[in-house]
């Protein structure tokens, strides 16, 4: 993409992009929201670890790979590569559909189409990592019916917005042009220039929340070595009376833009626009003033808005110049709403930029935060501290996932207990996610014929016995995502026979375990051995295991 003669890669965007097209490659039904979603959450969002991790929700497995003494055909298609030209600050992801003896057909992220060149050139802006693609046991995006529909409104809304947006424009526009001929071209004037002043001071905004921001690092580094937004807007004269000149323009061409639903085709309203033009007109020389001498650097965004200022005060100066109102004769009453709209508007932008700036750098914090909870080794050495399990688990419980895995996560649990059953689907996700990964049930139930813990415990337990992992993982599903445990149901779906009675003696070995143990609360969770750490929750076992 193009921005001001420069190139520039969303590379959230270009992330999104790779998603789409292997998902529709293999056939996966899914949404871009919830997509979007998916790398908003990651720890490590632009990165080809997010890429395989993504993934892995849809079914497809993943497998980096340098290049090195392979060749392209090599590989099955379509595989996924990072590509960087001379004029692209950072590199970008690319999926390769089709490689034959000569050329290769690829994405190409900055035009967004599908190219075709010589496999030479290809290679000479490869960085030469692949991401082998395995789709076999690819599955539709969980929940999908419901994510597309808010994405279908999310899309409408956005499309009613700025529909709204520009068909107010061009009914101002129209209506500006068809107003009295002494005044049609200003309001044009001002309509156009407000409308690239209020973009221009919505990005000014944007970088007081995020100045690091590739998008705005790309327009304010793009200008050669003297451009840096930077340098002059966290300077000590970028504020006045405490705040931001962003501020500043953001209230002036905000209130500006809005009163042209005041003062279509009404000429009084134009001449008071036409004196504020002029009243802040001394502040382009302040700025560049400041920027060429103070910081002796330069903010091209600043540029832009001290242009369309300049603009607006030329126009205004000769409009003012053509007309006969004199300022003492002004209709003050055309002021009071303008006043309104702009003290308004900067209080709101000065009270809403520290807020977005705070949650900005709280969920920064919070993502470096994640980083270095979920980090293995630190994990690790707070589950090395816990209780440990003194008494051997081999031969006890239902075993979901595979039997030679290393880790093993022990969960005790009472059948008929809330908190075990949202454990369930939490605890699912781990092994689904990590097949290096198994869960141990372990049940509290007594053994006894009064409690009501025994029959579903004894019941599962028989369905193990008789079919298998498959069944029983099946079973202990129906069980705990019912929104009630009745076991008659249940027994019903599931019949066994008279494996019961065999069952009821693992029941009893169990609960002799729990005592043992000291088993005081459900649900209780061990760690290849260690009980989990108090400060961790079950669901963030998917993001260190």
Not at 74 to 98: G, I, K, M, S
Request: glycine letters at 4%; proline letters at 4%; one cysteine or more.
């Amino acid at each position: 993409m193009k921005l001001f003669g420069q190139n520039y890669i969303d590379l959230e965007e270009n992330l999104l992009d790779i998603f789409q097209l292997i998902l529709h490659a293999s056939d996966i039904k899914h949404t871009r929201l919830n997509l979007s979603r998916a790398i908003e959450k990651h720890l490590d969002p632009i990165s080809l670890v997010a890429v395989q991790d993504v993934l892995k929700d849809y079914g497809v497995e993943s497998a980096g790979v340098r290049l090195g003494e392979y060749a392209y055909e090599d590989f099955e298609t379509p595989f996924v590569c990072a590509l960087q030209r001379e004029h692209w600050p950072n590199a970008a992801l690319t999926l390769v559909t089709e490689v034959g003896e000569q050329h290769i057909s690829f994405w190409d992220p900055e035009k967004k189409r599908q190219e075709t060149v010589r496999i030479a050139d290809f290679k000479s802006i490869d960085k030469e990592i692949v991401l082998l693609l395995d789709d076999t046991t690819k599955k539709d995006e969980m929940d999908y019916e419901k994510n597309r529909a808010d994405e279908k409104r999310s899309q409408s809304l956005r499309q009613v917005s700025f529909g709204g947006l520009g068909i107010f424009i061009l009914l101002a526009g129209f209506a500006a042009w068809n107003s009295s001929p002494a005044s049609n071209w200003i309001a044009l004037t001002f309509l156009i220039s407000s409308s690239i002043g209020l973009a221009l001071s919505s990005l000014l905004i944007w970088h007081d929340i995020d100045a690091f921001h590739p998008f705005l690092k790309e327009v304010c580094g793009g200008f050669g070595k003297k451009a840096d937004c930077n340098a002059v807007l966290s300077s000590a004269g970028s504020n006045f009376l405490g705040i931001s000149w962003s501020a500043w323009g953001m209230a002036f061409f905000a209130s500006f833009f809005a009163a042209q639903l005041f003062f279509i085709a009404d000429p009084a309203g134009y001449n008071w626009l036409a004196y504020a033009s002029l009243f802040v007109s001394p502040y382009i020389i302040y700025s560049i003033y400041y920027q060429a001498l103070v910081v002796r650097q330069w903010c091209p965004l600043c540029l832009f808005v001290q242009g369309v200022l300049l603009v607006n005060a030329l126009a205004s100066y000769y409009f003012l110049k053509q007309s006969d109102a004199a300022f003492n004769e002004l209709n003050s009453f055309a002021l009071l709403p303008m006043a309104f709209l702009f003290f308004g508007m900067l209080a709101l932008t000065h009270k809403a930029v520290p807020l977005l700036k705070d949650a900005k750098k709280s969920k920064d914090l919070e993502r470096r935060w994640k980083r270095l909870r979920y980090n293995p080794d630190v994990f690790q050495s707070l589950l090395e501290k816990n209780n440990r399990i003194t008494f051997s688990v081999e031969g006890l419980g239902i075993v979901v996932g595979n039997p030679q895995a290393k880790t093993e996560i022990v969960k005790v649990c009472n059948p008929y207990c809330g908190p075990c059953s949202k454990a369930h689907p939490a605890l699912d996700a781990v092994v689904h996610k990590n097949p290096d990964v198994r869960v141990r049930i372990i049940f509290t139930a007594s053994g006894r014929e009064d409690d009501k813990r025994t029959a579903p415990v004894a019941h599962l337990l028989a369905i193990q016995q008789v079919y298998g992992a498959e069944q029983v993982k099946e079973a202990l599903d129906d069980w705990y995502l019912a929104k009630e445990k009745d076991y008659e149901l249940f027994a019903a779906k599931h019949p066994v026979n008279g494996e019961m009675t065999t069952a009821l003696a693992k029941v009893e070995a169990m609960n002799a375990w729990c005592d043992a143990m000291k088993i005081r609360a459900t649900p209780t969770i061990f760690i290849n051995g260690r009980e989990l750490p108090d400060s961790y929750q079950i669901a963030e076992l998917k993001n260190i295991l």
